[in-house]
């Protein structure tokens, strides 16, 4: 939670009388509405000021915060366009920034006690200063589970994050303090990270869209030995989405799996992209995963409202993976050793670190090359049955995750449509709540989250659409079909 060791939040300082009269606004329609006059970087600062001092108490979705630089920022964004200057397509866009990732001026803690007392950083992560190229003004750092290994948002370092749409559930994770911001209307967008799932769960459980670009779409100057690892924004509408991706493609040198630059607009495509030829197939369970029957039935009722506005069928498959669960274990362990490795902790700092962060060093720490090799092995065959199933389609759809959001502390849950899962996963057991959404960080795929509907408890229900390698803007492209099919709405009930 926000506090004086990671930042204070200061009284707002009305930037006009009409601050207050703002509704929270899509990223796009913001940055519109700045450039065209409607009103002031400063206006919607204050408006989402305001927001944030009403609501973050008990969403705990950011953690840190720095207004003051975020009013200079909006400030010169004001005064450059009162000169009549050109400004970045999101220019005067408060935005959070998730605590993963490196955001110049404040700290990166990783949502672990191990990085707690580290001071702020010098520079803003490739991301971020592509974002701040564009016009975005950072406005603090939101709550992320100890290196981004939890589906739900809970850290020792940082405590508990909690769902706008049911205060007693999670925004899922690990982006799910930016997942409560936006859903709550704290800001238009944060950025998020996906290395299983991280983008699209959070947005699947709080109703936002979510999502994870081609690997190597974003490029990311980082180490991550896993390769499953892609940066992202929640948001509420399609086009921030692809904005979003306009703004921040593009190789880097510094990635050795940077993507070429992109020579069409996801923006453009969104809108005129033609579909109409597309095989869609659907599986209900990737042929493993046990899903809540209210959570299949909305999801397959948006999947057809998909087929139909891109104008085709839908294609129900009968698909066979190899446990995606079990590979993406074995590459992530690779990824987890990286993030703590200058600070030595194993095995002398294993009680400061959350459960799963510490259960995942123990297990690996002597994993001989005969069992990497076999993980390897295990996720080559499974990258061979992707590319089997994009013969016969072209887009797979299916639900985001297995279950609505559970409660906000944890644990996962432990059984689903009377199902033992420990008795039938084992180990794997506790990922079995998000099944779907690994596959596309261990095959490169782009995939999308949109919400599908309110279930009977109102939790929202996410649809997954997942396209071929490099396919971001055929993703895109039906995510807003069907977000014009069958409007969602952008923040829970008052």
Not at 20 to 34: F, R
Not at 60 to 70: G, I, R, T
């Amino acid at each position: 939670m926000v506090d004086d060791q990671m930042g204070s939040v200061e009284p707002a300082e009305t930037g006009s009388e009409n601050t207050t009269d703002i509704e929270m606004p899509s990223m796009c329609e913001a940055a519109d509405a700045i450039r065209n006059g409607t009103y002031s970087a400063l206006d919607l600062l204050e408006r989402c000021i305001s927001a944030i001092e009403a609501s973050n108490a008990e969403l705990n979705a950011f953690v840190y915060l720095d207004f003051e630089s975020a009013r200079a920022a909006a400030a010169a964004v004001d005064a450059r366009l009162a000169r009549g200057e050109s400004v970045g397509p999101l220019a005067g866009v408060p935005f959070g920034v998730k605590d993963l990732e490196d955001c110049a001026g404040m700290p990166t803690t990783h949502g672990s006690l191990l990085f707690i007392d580290e001071g702020p950083v010098e520079n803003d992560s490739l991301h971020v200063e592509r974002l701040r190229s564009a016009g975005a003004i950072p406005i603090g750092k939101t709550n992320a589970p100890e290196f981004g290994t939890l589906q739900f948002t809970r850290s020792k370092a940082l405590g508990v994050s909690r769902n706008p749409w049911d205060l007693t559930r999670t925004p899922g994770g690990s982006s799910g303090g930016s997942a409560a911001a936006v859903a709550a209307g704290l800001v238009p967008f944060a950025t998020a990270s996906d290395g299983g799932g991280s983008t699209r769960i959070p947005a699947a459980f709080s109703g936002l869209v979510g999502m994870k670009p081609s690997m190597g779409r974003i490029p990311m100057p980082s180490a991550d030995p896993s390769h499953t690892v892609v940066v992202g924004i929640e948001t509420v509408t399609v086009r921030d989405a692809a904005r979003h991706l306009d703004v921040t493609a593009g190789p880097d040198d510094r990635d050795r799996l940077s993507l070429p630059g992109i020579t069409n607009s996801y923006e453009r495509d969104i809108d005129h992209l033609d579909v109409s030829s597309l095989r869609i197939g659907w599986s209900t369970d990737l042929g493993f995963a046990v899903v809540d029957p209210e959570v299949a039935e909305l999801s397959y009722a948006a999947a057809l409202v998909l087929a139909r506005a891109a104008g085709t069928s839908l294609i129900d498959l009968d698909v066979r993976l190899t446990d995606p669960v079990a590979a993406w274990f074995s590459a992530g362990a690779l990824t987890l050793w990286v993030d703590v490795f200058e600070k030595s902790p194993y095995p002398g700092r294993l009680g400061d670190l959350t459960p799963a962060v510490a259960m995942g060093l123990s297990a690996t720490a002597d994993r001989p090359v005969p069992t990497l090799t076999h993980s390897l092995m295990r996720r080559m065959q499974l990258e061979h049955e992707v590319a089997a199933i994009f013969d016969s389609v072209d887009v797979l759809v299916t639900p985001t995750t297995a279950v609505v959001a559970f409660a906000a502390e944890g644990p996962p849950p432990t059984t689903i449509d009377g199902e033992d899962l420990a008795e039938r996963f084992g180990l794997a057991s506790g990922a079995m709540s998000v099944p779907f959404t690994m596959v596309a960080n261990l095959c490169w795929n782009p995939a999308c989250s949109v919400p599908a509907g309110l279930n009977s408890d109102g939790l929202p229900v996410g649809l997954q659409i997942m396209g071929r390698r490099h396919a971001d803007d055929v993703v895109l492209r039906l995510a807003h079909l069907f977000e014009q099919a069958q409007p969602w709405p952008r923040h829970p009930p008052l």
